[in-house]
């Protein structure tokens, strides 16, 4: 980042092997999961360590297909994008209105926003789950999509509000002059101006929404519609002991969420520091 | 409604019975209850190393080394992939006949039995949680918060001739404080609020009930044995802990925004 180091060689060579020693701890497992899923099962228990000596895609088949795993990823890529759409939509709009307007109760409501948004699932669960059961939603995917953007929305909310509050309020004050109403005001002006915040936080819905258990573990009991997250947490009981198997469904459930770091990198670094850090 | 059934015998279906203060008084009484109480301390513990520890690894990236930028998004990896990846990882890697435990019995001649030794289950949990996992989110978090500090005071301070360990004490550390005080909450709210479905993969809570938290009792007891009634009782003072950390959180953004 800058020139002026106060790092002498020696120093920065210590420097540089405590960053390899910390990729090495950050990387071993992934690599073991990676290693192992390549491996037969004799040859897993012969040699857990090293790299496999004969390749084998068995253990992808068995995962995908019989695991069940290609159904699981195809619910979830079908599930969460619904469920981000939805969440921007209420984030966007009700960040708006706590950020830019008036209204009553609205210090109130919005701490209430703030305390939700630190609730742990489980106090929610018994009441999540009554509530959707009443609306005769268990087992559907459109349940689970509720349940996720009622969860993970007032986290959302609050970064917008933030965000919104920031802007100038010059910017509404003209387009009401011009006759525009509040949701003209939000979807024409404000909202495109906000771009970069919101695609920062679609990012954090979608990641929070992908990897999404409680909710999802209580509504989605059938198998066939399970989530990849839900059918990876449940799976150690139904492969029994076959690590190379669970290993292969574990690569395949990551293969998701490390392409969206590869695409978004940027607004996964922004999405860590949104809410706490200012500036 | 919870504090209503959290004084009744309730199955969450079906009639709800009265039962007075009798669910607190199990609970107080309950081994599970002050076992999910104390590992909440015990990876309370673990805050203060994983938040100095991140600090000190960003404040070297901020140095400039040679290719951070591809460390920080290394050290990101293990964060992105959610609990529920790394707690099935860690379930087969951190078992008896896991790969860690084949190297270990390579160098020592036996396991060691770290999911079964409840003591050792419960401390695996909380420096993978804690201090391994949340170190890519701490990295990232400080060097943005870093970024905000102005570069004539490092330069000043390389000029008086002040090292790398006494700019890190009297002018890294001071100067990102607020950021600091928001990752310990951040932190809080992890152990309390987020950890369910990291030991729901990991260790079930086990071996017996010694990896549980109050939000796993909490599903132990009104989702498996349907316990509703009792479980509320955890429930509130689940909700009292988290009500205590909500206020200091929003005590400190009130500050930062004044």
Redesign the interface.
């Known amino acids: 980042m800058k020139q002026a180091s106060p790092f002498g060689p020696g120093a920065r060579v210590a420097v540089q092997a405590l960053m390899i020693l910390l990729v090495i701890a950050s990387l071993l497992p992934l690599y073991n999961v990676v290693s192992a899923s390549l491996k037969s099962t004799d040859e897993f228990t012969a040699n857990p360590i090293f790299l496999p000596q004969k390749v084998v895609a068995d253990n992808y088949q068995y995962a995908a297909f019989s695991g069940g795993l290609l159904r699981y990823t195809v619910n979830s890529l079908l599930y969460v994008p619904i469920a981000v759409v939805l969440y921007l939509a209420v984030c966007i709009s009700a960040g708006y209105a706590f950020g830019k307007m008036r209204f009553a109760f609205r210090l109130p409501l919005f701490l209430i926003v703030l305390f939700l948004s630190i609730f742990p699932q489980l106090l929610l669960a018994t009441q999540v789950f009554k509530l959707i059961s009443v609306m005769h939603m268990t087992n559907t995917g459109f349940g689970a999509i509720l349940s996720w953007v009622s969860y993970f929305a007032p986290f959302g909310t609050y970064i917008m509000t933030t965000y919104f509050a920031d802007m100038p309020y010059e910017l509404v004050e003209a387009a009401r002059i011009d006759g525009a109403g509040p949701l003209r005001i939000l979807i024409s002006i404000m909202a495109p101006l906000a771009m970069p915040m919101i695609a920062t936080i679609a990012i954090i819905g979608f990641q929070s929404m992908w990897n999404e258990l409680p909710f999802s573990l209580l509504i989605l009991q059938t198998q066939e519609q399970r989530t990849l997250t839900v059918g990876i947490a449940m799976m150690r009981g139904e492969f029994g002991l076959r690590v190379p198997i669970l290993s292969a469904a574990l690569v395949i459930a990551m293969v998701v969420p490390l392409l969206t770091f590869l695409l978004f990198q940027r607004h996964i670094t922004l999405g860590v520091t949104a809410g706490a850090v200012k500036g | 409604?919870?504090l209503f059934?959290s004084f009744t015998e309730w199955k969450?279906y079906g009639p709800q019975k009265w039962i007075g203060l009798a669910n607190y008084e199990q609970m107080f009484q309950d081994q599970a209850f002050w076992t999910s109480i104390l590992n909440t301390g015990l990876f309370v513990l673990y805050i203060p190393a994983g938040t100095i520890f991140s600090i000190f690894?960003a404040a070297?990236m901020?140095?400039?080394?040679?290719?951070?930028k591809t460390?920080r998004?290394?050290?990101?990896?293990?964060n992105?992939?959610?609990?529920?990846?790394?707690?099935?990882?860690?379930?087969?890697?951190l078992r008896d006949d896991?790969?860690l435990n084949?190297?270990v019995r390579g160098i020592f001649g036996a396991p060691i039995h770290f999911l079964i030794n409840p003591f050792l289950a419960a401390n695996s949990i909380g420096l993978i949680l804690v201090v391994?996992l949340h170190?890519?989110?701490g990295i990232?978090?400080f060097l943005?918060?870093m970024n905000?500090i102005d570069?004539s005071i490092?330069?000043a301070a390389?000029i008086d001739g002040?090292?790398?360990w006494k700019?890190f004490a009297k002018v890294t550390v001071p100067s990102i404080s607020f950021?600091v005080e928001?990752?310990v909450v951040?932190n809080f709210?992890e152990v309390?609020?987020?950890m369910?479905?990291f030991i729901?993969?990991l260790t079930q809570g086990g071996p017996g009930y010694s990896t549980f938290t109050l939000?796993y009792g909490?599903?132990d007891e009104?989702?498996q044995k349907f316990h509703?009634g009792y479980?509320?009782a955890w429930?509130m003072v689940?909700?009292v802990f988290?009500?205590v950390?909500?206020v200091v959180?929003?005590r400190l953004?009130q500050r930062?925004d004044a």
């Open positions: 409604m919870n059934a969450g690894v070297l901020r140095e400039g080394i040679n290719g951070w460390y998004a290394i050290l990101y990896i293990p992105l992939l959610g609990y529920v990846i790394m707690g099935v990882i860690f379930s087969i890697y896991g790969t084949a190297l391994w170190l890519g989110f990232i978090y943005a918060a905000g570069q490092y330069e390389l002040a090292g790398f700019t950021a928001f990752f951040f709210i309390f609020a987020r369910f479905s729901y993969t939000e909490i599903f009104g989702f509703v479980a509320s429930s689940l909700f988290c009500a950390i909500s959180q929003i953004m930062r």
